[in-house]
């Protein structure tokens, strides 16, 4: 739809060129060139912009806010260890994946390897309650990137 308006436009412009004497047919046609590349950059930054991709890498990758060691310091403060796990003495770790939005908000969270299925709800739950990341950069444009880490479930003597 977009290809046929600019060549639409194109046409249009080409019939008005015609219509000017020669010397302010180059001056006319170098405009139309001009324009032509700018319409065709701004409906390409627009499409990326608008796009629902999701991305597996992104230039800059989404972040936590605080970085890895305030990921790290949520973890351990809101982490609720299952009773079940607690008393069955059962550890490990567990590989969430989610999409980080344009926003920064989080969807499409699924626990991935879990050691038991009560490790796998809790670590979605706390990824549910994180606040929102900063959202990953492709291209100089902000997109949707898919991101994964891991929820480490340790008891402490």
């Given at each position: 739809?977009?290809?046929?308006?600019?060549?639409?436009?194109l046409l249009c412009c080409g019939t008005v060129v015609s219509a000017q004497?020669?010397?302010?047919?180059s001056k006319a046609r170098k405009k139309q060139v001009a324009d032509s590349i700018k319409l065709f950059k701004k409906n390409k930054a627009?499409?990326?912009?608008?796009?629902n991709q999701v991305y597996p890498k992104a230039d800059i990758q989404p972040t936590f806010p605080g970085g890895d060691n305030g990921?790290?310091?949520?973890?351990?403060?809101?982490?609720?260890?299952?009773?079940?796990?607690?008393?069955?003495?059962?550890?490990?770790k567990v590989v969430v994946r989610f999409i980080v939005e344009k926003d920064g908000s989080?969807?499409?969270?699924?626990?991935?390897?879990?050691p038991t299925t009560t490790m796998g709800m809790e670590a979605e739950r706390l990824v549910k309650v994180m606040p929102r990341w900063k959202p990953g950069?492709?291209?100089?444009?902000?997109?949707?990137?898919?991101?994964?880490?891991?929820?480490?479930?340790?008891?402490?003597?």
């Open positions: 739809m977009k290809k046929h308006l600019v060549i639409l436009l004497n020669p010397d302010e047919l627009d499409s990326i912009k608008l796009s990921l790290q310091r949520f973890l351990a403060d809101n982490l609720q260890y299952p009773t079940r796990d607690r008393e069955g003495n059962t550890q490990g989080l969807s499409h969270i699924e626990a991935l390897h879990m950069i492709l291209n100089g444009r902000i997109v949707r990137v898919q991101f994964a880490i891991e929820v480490p479930f340790t008891l402490r003597p």
